[in-house]
């Protein structure tokens, strides 16, 4: 049975932070039913229409800032808090929820809504209220400035450290994410073959259910801090 003393992972995605009033991507009335991905979601609809993407990354950038974390985030940085750096706590989330609830070191995998990334240079600041297409570098002055996100065909962040943590974890938990969306839809099975337990925590059973010994459905506020019980009972 785990318990603190193990090396746990945990991933999660969009589905964690529904309940602190963020939109999901793929659920009924999520991001992707509203606007094409191709057109928001990647450098070449950038590149066709940046004033449009700023646009779309301005107003999730507002949402946020109006968004409180949930008691799911609070319970993971509970668990943080009793496990140290046993726990990696992997997120597909651009927002800074699990920050705001106490978590420290999360893994970002998927960027940050809150910062800014120069295409030319690579130079990374805190991004402005609203950014405008040709935004210019701090550092270079290039007008490269673009959300520090992850759009699709453009690799995520850290993957070797995720890479590390996987592999040498006892349990792997994704908790709020549709496992649509690969290299994250790839994790539990890559856990999985090399020992460790998997366990999926989700309104409803993912696109890569099978790939986990162990399930609970609901609302991640509920199961989220459920599951952390139990685990700081052992
Ligand atoms: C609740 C709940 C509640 C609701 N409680 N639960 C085959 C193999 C490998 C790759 C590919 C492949 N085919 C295509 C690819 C490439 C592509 C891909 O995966 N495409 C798929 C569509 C097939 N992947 C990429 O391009 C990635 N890069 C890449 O692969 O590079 C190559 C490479 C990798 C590694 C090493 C070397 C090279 C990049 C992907 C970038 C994704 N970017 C986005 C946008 C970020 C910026 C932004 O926010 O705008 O990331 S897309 C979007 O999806 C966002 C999310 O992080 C990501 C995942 O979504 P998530 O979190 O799962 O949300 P949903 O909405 O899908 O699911 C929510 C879940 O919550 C549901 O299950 C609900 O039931 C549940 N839920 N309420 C608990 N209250």
Request: overall charge negative.
């Amino acid at each position: 049975m785990i318990s603190t003393r193990d090396r746990i992972v945990v991933l999660t995605g969009a589905g964690v932070s529904a309940e602190s009033g963020l939109g999901t991507f793929r659920d009924k009335d999520g991001l992707w039913t509203k606007y094409d991905l191709n057109e928001v979601a990647t450098p070449e609809g950038y590149a066709r229409n940046p004033a449009f993407v700023q646009g779309f990354y301005n107003a999730r950038r507002a949402n946020l800032r109006d968004a409180a974390h949930n008691a799911a985030h609070a319970a993971l940085a509970e668990l943080q808090g009793a496990m140290g750096d046993r726990l990696t706590l992997v997120t597909q989330n651009v927002d800074d929820l699990h920050e705001q609830a106490g978590s420290r070191d999360v893994i970002h995998m998927h960027g940050q809504l809150m910062r800014a990334l120069c295409g030319g240079c690579g130079h990374r600041w805190d991004a402005p209220e609203d950014m405008q297409p040709h935004h210019p570098c701090p550092s270079c002055a290039a007008p490269a400035g673009r959300p520090d996100v992850v759009w699709f065909g453009e690799i995520p962040y850290h993957m070797d450290q995720i890479t590390d943590a996987i592999t040498g974890c006892d349990l792997f938990v994704a908790i709020g994410t549709s496992g649509n969306v690969y290299p994250a839809a790839g994790f539990a099975a890559m856990a999985r073959d090399i020992g460790a337990v998997t366990l999926e925590l989700n309104l409803e059973p993912s696109d890569v259910a099978t790939d986990f010994v162990a399930s609970r459905y609901g609302p991640a506020s509920e199961i989220v801090p459920a599951w952390v019980a139990e685990v700081l009972a052992r």
